[in-house]
């Protein structure tokens, strides 16, 4: 059953964009302050290897509302430390989500605790179960493109009985 939990994420929203000023302002009188990012069809295209405009766009609406940004990717640093450096973030690349190793790192990094951080990305099954097992507010967005790799893909169907149970 805790694990089941872990996979409902505290709030969904289509985009990072999209998510109300005033909920972004309700975290911040919870004591959050740093928001962690997946990259890959969160703000970004699946697999991209350099940030867009949307990246960007991401990263200022959440900056703009008072939020330290770090990115916390599964992607191999090869990828996601250029990715980063282009974004001007921290981040913790290779962050082996659903484990919660990375977010742990990523907590050390932003001199953050679990209560001053909020998860936010595209999947249940790493970004939401990552988050939550470590402790974090998590925010799930819908994916940015339809596109995406094989083996995120055969994981959405799994993603869809989740949501019909719990409703979200
Ligand atoms: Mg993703």
Redo the contacts with the bound molecule.
């Keep these: 059953m805790k694990i089941f939990k872990a996979m409902i994420p505290n709030e969904v929203w289509p985009k990072v964009v999209e998510i109300p000023i005033v909920n972004l302002n309700q975290l911040k009188d919870k004591g959050i302050r740093v928001a962690f990012l ?1 990259y ?3 703000i970004d295209i699946d697999r991209s290897t350099a940030p867009s405009d949307y990246s960007l766009d991401c990263i200022n609406y959440l900056e703009m509302n008072g939020f330290k940004c770090c990115l916390v990717s599964n992607a191999k640093s090869s990828r996601s430390s250029v990715i980063a450096k282009e974004l001007g973030l921290p981040s913790v690349n290779c962050a082996h989500k659903p484990r919660t190793d990375g977010v742990k790192r990523a907590m050390e990094l932003m001199n953050a605790t679990n209560n001053e951080c909020v998860m936010i ?3 249940i099954f790493t ?1 939401v179960m990552a988050g939550n097992l470590a402790g974090c507010y998590t925010i799930m967005v819908e994916k940015y493109q339809p596109k995406e790799i094989w083996y995120v893909k055969i994981k959405r169907p799994f993603e869809k009985i989740v949501r019909l149970i719990a409703r979200f």
């Design positions: 997946d890959d069809n969160t990305g595209d999947q970004d």
